[in-house]
């Protein structure tokens, strides 16, 4: 029997739908469904279709937003230097105060890969998969600094259990027990886009979506990540989503900014390339450093332009993040009000016939937040430009596409690399793929080490 304290929620809402298939349902199903529908909140739900979940006005905020205060490219801060900066972070991670959160929820579906998309093999010659290219990247610094860097995995509810038997499979791919931590997000139910019903996802599943990596802290802290981490005398997580390979994992400038400005959120960026590329806008509103997402910035305010004819909201949003652990401590219960972004999406459902339909369209919409909000709760944030072509090439698209797909992921992997030798003095032939393995070089600094004039790559080379 289910609870009648769950048939009066759904029926005070509207959903009894939910449950037109009970009598269908295998006791274990009808137990699975009646715990997935207990943990709903109904009220939320209808707040949040209707509008009246308080939102922000972005409109309002776009028209107030100017550019962040940042530290540029090849600039040092008015206070801070890049020397001090790269000491400063080099410290820190000697000194085992810094932990990596790697944020790894999301599926493969828009690649046509059916797995975690951390499992997509993207290496331009190794055909290493993206949770290898990070890990063997963290473990060549914990061995530049001989010291232990627990890596954080967040996964979803839809990836957690492929990721964690592939990564056992292989065997943390080098990481020991210790230095790996798996942990889940939250979900939210996914509703039709005309009537606000929750949708089935099978006769005995409620369609379910994961609630954004603005659900980091709320798991964090269901899992124990946040204690553990104090505990180990961790002070600082360096943040990363996985579809960017070429993320400079646990950056000593980036840290060392963030430290010496005694930054709670820091921020790294690149310089937009056109108005509505689709990234996050970091810009700076009443004082406050805050990002709006490129989906919520008008048109007019993303094409205004300074005197030069340059972007006057620049800054383009990475998803590369270095926190403070107090912080995101004091913040954690905050973090539940954080505001709901939403996406229409096609997300099969069952209708009234009990048969799964496939919509050719967006027919739902999915609600999650974005760690990012939590920006504006920082009494300290700051932004540090970066070159894309040093840290950003995510993979999101199929080949076809018109940018981010395997295929520009591996040229610029390749093209980075090219570089680093180059610049080393080598002599590179034109048109040819090369790719370097952590434990070969970690950076250009490492390749000037290895390499001189007389070192000659005159075809696909992988150095490991």
């Known amino acids: 029997m289910i609870d009648n304290k769950i048939v009066d929620e759904l029926s005070r809402y509207g959903q009894l739908h939910l449950l037109q298939f009970w009598d269908k349902l295998s006791s274990r199903q009808q137990a699975s469904l009646s715990n997935q529908l207990a943990s709903i909140d109904f009220m939320q739900m209808k707040r949040l279709f209707e509008g009246d979940e308080t939102q922000p006005d972005w409109k309002a905020m776009a028209a107030m937003a100017g ?18 900066a790269i000491d400063a972070g080099r410290n820190a991670l000697k000194s085992g105060r810094i932990a990596m959160i790697l944020v790894a929820g ?22 290493r998969t993206l949770f290898e290219m990070h890990i063997d990247r963290l473990r060549a610094v914990m061995k530049r600094y001989r010291v232990s860097i627990p890596m954080y995995v967040m996964t979803s509810p839809a990836t957690d259990a ?11 791919f080098g ?8 942990f889940c997000q939250g979900s939210m139910p996914a509703i039709d886009a005309l009537t606000g019903k929750v949708l089935l996802a099978e006769q005995g599943e409620v369609a379910v979506s994961p609630d954004g990596h603005g659900g980091l802290l709320s798991a964090m802290a269901k899992h124990g990540c946040l204690e553990d981490a104090g505990d180990a005398g961790i002070d600082h997580f360096f943040y990363a989503q996985v579809d960017n390979p ?15 400005a005694e930054s709670e959120m820091t921020t790294q960026v690149v310089r937009k390339t056109f108005p509505l590329e689709r990234v996050g806008n970091v810009v700076s509103i009443e004082g406050r450093t805050q990002i709006i997402e490129y989906s919520d910035l008008p048109k007019d305010v993303a094409e205004k332009t300074n005197q030069d004819g340059s972007l006057l909201l620049w800054a383009g949003n990475i998803a590369v993040h270095v926190f403070q652990r107090k912080f995101l401590e004091s913040v954690q219960h905050s973090a539940e009000g954080l505001p709901f972004h939403q996406a ?26 974005f760690v990012f909000d939590l920006l504006p ?19 999101k698209n199929a ?3 018109a940018a981010d797909t395997p295929t520009t992921v591996k040229q610029a992997i390749s093209s980075l690399h090219r570089g680093w030798l180059k610049q080393a003095g080598a002599t590179v032939a034109d048109h040819v793929t090369v790719e370097i393995h952590p434990n070969w070089a970690l950076d250009a600094e490492d390749v000037i080490q290895r390499v001189d004039e007389s070192f000659h790559v005159v075809s696909d080379s992988y150095l490991q």
């Open 67 to 84: 550019p962040p205060d940042a530290i540029s490219l090849g600039q040092s801060s008015p206070r801070y230097k890049n020397e001090d």
């Open 162 to 172: 492929e990721t964690r038997l592939f990564l056992s499979d292989h065997d943390g």
């Open 175 to 182: 990481l020991a027990s210790d230095q790996l931590r798996i």
């Open 246 to 260: 070429m993320v400079d994992i646990c950056d000593p400038l980036l840290i060392g900014y963030h430290l010496l």
């Open 106 to 127: 999301g599926q493969g579906t828009r690649l046509g890969f059916c797995h975690p998309k951390g499992m997509f093999p993207i290496g331009p010659l190794s055909n």
């Open 399 to 401: 080949d076809g596409a």
């Open 377 to 395: 709760m920082a009494k300290r944030a700051l932004v540090v430009e970066s070159d894309p072509k040093e840290v950003f090439a995510p993979v």
């Open 344 to 369: 229409k999406k096609p997300v099969p459902f069952v209708d009234h016939d009990g048969s799964i339909v496939q919509p050719s369209g967006a027919n739902a919409i999915k609600f999650e937040r």
